[in-house]
């Protein structure tokens, strides 16, 4: 097993970063969404079905919407009718404590850094046009890339084809389990945060030994290791 103390991040040739749950909160924005986009179909949201919706792609969580609550339009249909919700409100999405601090740090190392999210590009962009930090973050990977995204490791080896890196070269920060999955199956080190949540800190530790409680922990730990 890798040890916490010696994983720096010079050791690395690019730092691969989830955005929704990673950098932006955006999971109340998501959670308001989908239970607008049930009750127009006159029913009613579950709200533990659509926790484990998390970390998933767009159209999957659609087609897995369909099927739970069993809409009878077609996926077309209603892939449309949940994009247009979500792109009125994904501008809300709040930065995260400590992901400016992080960038700016990530920015002032040799180390290339990207935006790896099951969004959609569209939904990318929407999220960070108006966040200042997100011009240090101008190459941005999507499920767009993709036939399968996130927990499929498909997207992450894509962004090290592209970055012409190999995936043990490669540090990933994650919020989600399916990313974290993801990034693990693709070969690569995850650094992963629980955002503070005792469940998600013991699931997420029988992963990967990076685990931390949040941002700021994560960034000190960074600048902790590197002064050694």
């Known amino acids: ?27 109340p924005i998501w959670n308001c969404v989908e239970n607008e986009f049930i009750e127009k179909f006159d029913k ?9 919706l998390t970390g998933l792609t767009t159209k999957e969580i659609v087609s897995r919407m369909k099927d739970h609550y069993f809409l009878t339009e077609s996926i077309e249909v209603l892939y449309t ?16 404590e400590g992901a400016e601090e992080l960038v ?8 290339s850094m990207a935006i790896v999210s099951n969004s959609t590009h569209a939904m990318i962009n929407a999220i960070l046009e108006h966040k200042t930090w997100a011009k240090m973050l101008s190459l941005r990977f999507s499920s767009d890339d993709v036939d399968l995204g996130k927990p499929n490791p498909n997207l992450y080896l894509h962004a090290a084809r592209i970055l012409n890196v190999l995936p043990p070269q490669c540090l990933v920060i994650e919020d989600s389990l399916n990313g974290i999955m993801a990034s693990i199956s693709a070969g690569m080190t995850c650094f992963a945060v629980a955002n503070n ?5 013991k699931l997420y530790s029988t992963l990967t030994p990076f685990v931390f409680d949040d941002l700021k922990s994560l960034l000190n730990h960074m600048m902790k290791i590197s002064r050694h």
């Open 1 to 27: 097993m890798k040890n916490i103390e010696n994983t720096k991040i010079s050791n690395f040739s690019s730092i691969l970063i989830d955005l929704d749950g990673t950098l932006v909160d955006s999971k």
């Open 44 to 52: 009613k949201p579950d709200s533990a079905f659509q926790e484990g």
């Open 81 to 96: 009718e949940f994009e247009n919700l979500l792109m009125k409100s994904l501008y809300q999405s709040e930065t995260i």
């Open 104 to 111: 700016q740090y990530l920015a002032n190392t040799n180390v």
């Open 197 to 201: 949540r005792y469940k998600n800190y």
